[in-house]
């Protein structure tokens, strides 16, 4: 991809806008990354230390597919989960603070938020991955909505900061307090008697057997609300009680961020309705996936109750990484907005290949066998992943080039074009 001189001439005009609400970064976190950031020495690069935090997400990911390569959900030791979390916790630590990193080394520039976000993304699927094998789920429609659900929330984020100008932290935040609530599910289950069994247990357990009685006025609050079987009050689980809530976080951070969106635009004068479109490229994919996956209840291709999952979700996740990227450097470059990218066209081929049975009865030209699925699943992943790996390193090249500023050293490019070592005299911390 070749960024064009006017997308350059945007980015020389980027400045990085954000506002924390959030209580916890700011009185809780916020002296301890403060603190941390004093620990790296002012040789390393604030990208080499996002990387290394996500280095950490990365080996917890290897320690499931080494128990549970398969996805089937097989129970692990509890260090794994313990591990889990304190990887997770070291990722979001290092996230927090190559910010302070560049501003240390003066490495600050719009590359560090595009760096930045792009892990942000990779971790966003890595975590929906992690999570919902601790919460029990595995092989099942519920993680393959928890994908869906929290894409949705990355993308309604950069989809704000896109309008805005601003990126948002509300009171409640998916990289302070929702990754901290993933940490304390990892803990949890860690350290259970039950493990990951725990989550499947009815959420109202512990009230019936505090009080008996109110068992009674659950049932009848049943036949008052409809409520049969699975969604009985009384059954619901504690895990899909759990996806219940992040359905209404989605729901909420979308009209938070569309009313930051209003206000942005009003102030600036221009429409508040066309910005919506900046929609239909998220759930378009997201549409094409889900009908891929629909396939198995027609006859066709089996994905969500088989170990292809696993490899699909990595697949969803790598393409979404490449689409919010284009978003970002939309955003950084001040370009027009990305409505489309290629890997929206490759997933409409797989699903359309999947359902073909069921929408031309013929059989798949692709995924016409259970070791072709696999092959072509597997396949699919890796053309994500290189996709978006030459995505990363041509932007990366090219913005280093026209900036000046490196990547992953402590260099910049002096008056004559070459690339020296920045002068790492005393700093403020910040």
Avoid at 4 to 31: E, F, R, W
Avoid at 137 to 147: G, H, I, P
Wanted: aromatic share 14%; glycine share 8%.
């Amino acid at each position: 991809m070749r960024i064009t001189k006017k997308q350059l001439a945007g980015l020389d005009q980027y400045k990085y806008s954000g506002i924390d609400k959030s209580v916890v970064s700011k009185h809780v976190l916020g002296p301890f990354w403060t603190w941390l950031v004093t620990l790296f020495p002012l040789s390393l690069a604030p990208n080499t230390i996002t990387f290394l935090g996500l280095c950490f997400v990365f080996a917890n990911v290897f320690t499931l597919l080494w128990f549970d390569p398969t996805y089937e959900g097989k129970v692990l030791p509890s260090w794994v989960y313990l591990s889990w979390a304190i990887g997770l916790f070291a990722y979001q630590s290092m996230d927090a603070i190559d910010g302070k990193q560049a501003r240390r080394t003066g490495m600050a520039s719009a590359l560090g938020e595009m760096f930045d976000h792009g892990c942000d993304a990779i971790n966003t699927t890595l975590e929906v991955v992690l999570c919902a094998h601790a919460l029990g789920l595995n092989r099942s429609w519920w993680t393959v909505a928890s994908q869906a659900a929290t894409l949705c929330n990355f993308y309604a984020s950069t989809w704000e900061e896109y309008h805005t100008g601003t990126l948002f932290l509300s009171a409640f935040s998916g990289p302070v307090e929702g990754i901290l609530l993933i940490c304390v599910i990892y803990l949890i289950t860690a350290f259970h008697p039950s493990g990951p069994g725990f989550w499947s247990t009815p959420i109202l357990t512990p009230l019936f057997k505090a009080f008996p009685s109110s068992l009674d006025l659950i049932v009848r609050l049943d036949k008052v609300l409809g409520l049969t079987d699975y969604w009985r009050l009384e059954r619901i689980p504690v895990n899909v009680a759990f996806m219940m809530f992040g359905a209404l976080g989605t729901v909420g951070n979308i009209v938070t961020s569309y009313s930051n969106v209003i206000v942005a635009r009003r102030k600036a004068g221009k429409p508040i309705l066309s910005p919506l479109l900046g929609y239909l490229p998220f759930f378009t994919h997201v549409l094409i996936l889900v009908v891929w996956l629909h396939a198995e209840l027609r006859g066709g291709v089996s994905l969500v109750h088989d170990g292809r999952l696993l490899p699909f979700i990595g697949y969803w996740g790598m393409a979404f990484s490449y689409q919010v990227s284009q978003l970002i450097l939309a955003h950084v470059t001040k370009s027009p907005f990305p409505f489309w990218n290629g890997m929206m066209v490759y997933s409409l081929f797989g699903a359309v290949d999947a359902n073909t049975l069921w929408w031309f009865g013929r059989e798949p030209l692709v995924q016409n066998s259970p070791v072709a699925a696999n092959v072509f699943i597997g396949m699919s992943f890796f053309v994500a992943l290189f996709n978006y790996i030459r995505f990363a390193r041509e932007v990366i090249w090219q913005i280093t080039e026209h900036t000046g500023i490196a990547c992953f050293t402590v260099r910049h490019k002096d008056s004559t074009g070459k690339w020296v070592e920045n002068d790492l005299g005393p700093k403020k911390d910040q």
